[in-house]
């Protein structure tokens, strides 16, 4: 299943880096880089059985200490 993952992840870089370095659409390039390796990471670590905490409790941790409030 690693294999799959890196093999997906490869064919979209093939699909997508050639024609953001042809435009010189380094902002972009740089962006898809960054999100393309965040998704790497995160679906590497779901297959090998990491569990991956919900982002849903850092928000509602946030919204907690910036309202001030106890009842979410």
């Known amino acids: 299943m690693v294999i799959a ?4 992840f490869i064919l979209i870089l093939l699909l997508e880096v050639p024609g ?3 435009k ?5 390039l740089a962006a898809f880089s ?5 998704g790497f990471v995160l679906g590497l670590l779901q297959v ?7 982002p849903n409790d850092g928000i509602m ?3 907690k200490l ?3 409030i106890d009842y979410l």
Do not use: H, Y
């Not at 010189?24 to 972009?28: F, L, M, T, V, Y």
């Not at 090998?48 to 919900?54: L, T």
């Open 34 to 38: 960054v999100l393309l390796t965040i």
């Open 48 to 54: 090998i059985g990491v569990k991956i905490p919900s």
């Open 61 to 63: 941790l946030l919204l």
């Open 20 to 22: 953001l370095l042809k």
């Open 5 to 8: 993952l890196i093999l997906v």
């Open 24 to 28: 010189k659409a380094w902002k972009e």
């Open 66 to 68: 910036m309202l001030k």
